[in-house]
């Protein structure tokens, strides 16, 4: 198994451009989740979904778009890219809930806007 | 509103023996997870606790008390490669695909 993986590892955008992160997993996991990484401000919940078709905001979701097609992979799109969406985004997926069922997280996503 | 606290860094010397405190205010509470990040790399699981008391494993222990609102991750025997970042997480939705992160706590194991 690959587990979660997640293209690019890096990228580079201009303001107002816009792009896809990916996101795939493996493991036939029901919930998939987005977050963001901030120097000082720990992980944050961007948007989750409980399956495929159906997606919800997490704690910070302006400025981001998520669908989930198929149970496999859950893609974030940037509309128009923001200085402030400079950060690294992870990917997570579990298959629901306890110790059985923790996160599983992709190796991330570097993200610098300019 | 959702508050996890813990110490932004620690030091322990190489052998010794280091706890790591987490205390949470949280609107929904599904258990509390414990997490390695090595820097440059993703979280790793480390340890989840839903139900009082102390949770062993291996070199690693996760404490929770509900009531305080309260958990701790001990380390014993301490290499430096536990040189790594220790993130504390409550699941306040549903399930652990929800979860709210502290801020995490940095700790540098020295010879």
């Known amino acids: 198994n690959a587990g979660v993986t997640q293209t690019p590892k890096f990228q580079v955008l201009k303001t107002g451009q816009s792009m896809t992160l990916q996101c795939a997993q493996d493991?036939?996991?029901?919930?998939m989740s987005w977050y963001r990484q901030d120097p000082g401000m720990g992980l944050r919940l961007i948007h989750y979904?409980?399956?495929?078709?159906?997606?919800d905001q997490g704690e910070v979701p302006n400025g981001y778009n998520v669908s989930r097609s198929t149970t496999e992979d859950f893609p974030l799109r940037l509309l128009s890219a923001a200085p402030s969406q400079t950060s690294v985004y992870f990917c997570?997926?579990?298959?629901?809930?306890?110790?059985?069922?923790?996160?599983?997280f992709g190796p991330g996503t570097r993200l610098t806007v300019l | 509103g959702q508050n996890i606290d813990q110490p932004t860094e620690m030091t322990a010397t190489e052998g010794a023996i280091v706890q790591i405190n987490c205390t949470y205010q949280?609107?929904?509470?599904?258990?509390l997870f414990w997490y390695q990040q090595h820097a440059g790399e993703a979280p790793t699981f480390l340890s989840y606790?839903?139900?009082?008391g102390l949770e062993e494993k291996g070199r690693f222990s996760s404490f929770l008390s509900r009531s305080k609102g309260y958990s701790y991750l001990l380390l014993k025997e301490l290499q430096m490669k536990d040189s790594a970042s220790y993130l504390c997480?409550?699941?306040?939705?549903?399930?652990?695909?929800?979860?709210?992160f502290g801020k995490g706590t940095k700790l540098s194991v020295i010879p």
């Open positions: 997570a997926s579990t298959q629901g809930v306890g110790e059985a069922d923790t996160q599983y």
């Open positions: 493991m036939n996991h029901e919930y």
């Open positions: 979904s409980v399956g495929a078709g159906i997606t």
């Open positions: 949280t609107s929904g509470f599904n258990g």
């Open positions: 606790n839903v139900l009082d």
């Open positions: 997480a409550a699941a306040t939705g549903a399930g652990s695909y929800q979860l709210t």
